[in-house]
């Protein structure tokens, strides 16, 4: 890393496709599942990718069995790598740096995860006994994502992401106790095809649940920890995630919702719900 002492801005969290290399269409795997209609190994180009970086078949994802890719979001990963760590140069343009590239890639994306869930806990005002620490963890997480390929390439992100989620959990904590009632534990359940329609969950915890295909339509999950639950074909129509923690627009593409779910300021309703 630099070892200047000022800590650089915080990277755009949100995806710029234009300003990305197709990183996510070459350098992740993808298996041959209901979410892609074929294998790819990772380092490989997408079939569907054109010449230009553009995907050929963007407007027919869904139709031609790449679910997968509607629901994923770099957190804006993507153009950092593209922009600032290569300085532009793409990977076909400069052969030399695709597998560099492709390494630090998602390094790079989970450091931005970590930046999108520590700038949403600073901005919780219950979390104000911890914010000093959040604070450090987002120049020092910043610092990382401004950092050089190799120094990326390098970087024990598990132990970074650690380090961070103790402070994630003490938010989650402080937060959920301004919910009313009693708090529901739901922490790494098995929720598959629950029928959840209308549930209480205000305040409760889902954190890495699987949500897969339940049902939680008309639920209220206002203050709910969310974070990192499977929401894949879950049913969010009508539920209220105002307020929700660590929700990512991830989540919601992965989701059903329509015009009555109300989601949090920051998130974009998915252009497939109705």
């Not at 929700?244 to 992965?254: P, V």
Request: contains cysteine; aromatic residues 6%; proline residues 4%.
């Amino acid at each position: 890393m630099s070892d200047s002492t000022a800590a650089p801005a915080t990277p755009d969290l949100h995806a710029d496709c234009a300003s990305c290399f197709a990183l996510c269409c070459v350098a992740l795997p993808f298996a041959k599942s209901n979410d892609f209609a074929v294998n790819k190994a990772a380092g490989t180009p997408c079939r569907n990718l054109g010449q230009d970086f553009r995907c050929g078949i963007h407007t027919q994802l869904r139709s031609k069995g790449f679910q997968g890719c509607t629901t994923f979001d770099c957190f804006g990963a993507g153009q950092q790598v593209s922009q600032v760590t290569f300085g532009g140069r793409d990977w076909r343009t400069h052969p030399g740096t695709a597998g560099r590239m492709f390494e630090v890639f998602p390094v790079m994306r989970q450091l931005h995860e970590l930046l999108f869930y520590v700038t949403e806990a600073l901005a919780r005002p219950a979390a104000r006994p911890v914010h000093p620490e959040l604070r450090q963890a987002l120049e020092e997480t910043s610092r990382w994502a401004a950092a050089d390929a190799e120094a990326l390439a390098g970087l024990d992100v598990g132990a970074l992401r650690q380090q961070i989620n103790t402070l994630l959990l003490k938010t989650s904590e402080l937060v959920r106790a301004k919910a009313p009632g009693r708090k529901k534990n739901h922490r790494g359940a098995d929720l598959m095809g629950a029928r959840l329609a209308g549930a209480d969950l205000r305040g409760a915890t889902l954190r890495g649940a699987y949500l897969i295909a339940a049902d939680l339509s008309r639920a209220d999950l206002r203050s709910a920890d969310l974070i990192g639950a499977d929401f894949r074909d879950t049913d969010l129509r009508g539920a209220d995630l105002r307020d929700a923690l660590f929700l990512t627009q991830a989540q919601l593409n992965a989701a059903r919702g329509d015009t009555h779910t109300k989601i949090p300021a920051g998130l974009t309703r998915p252009a497939h719900w109705t």
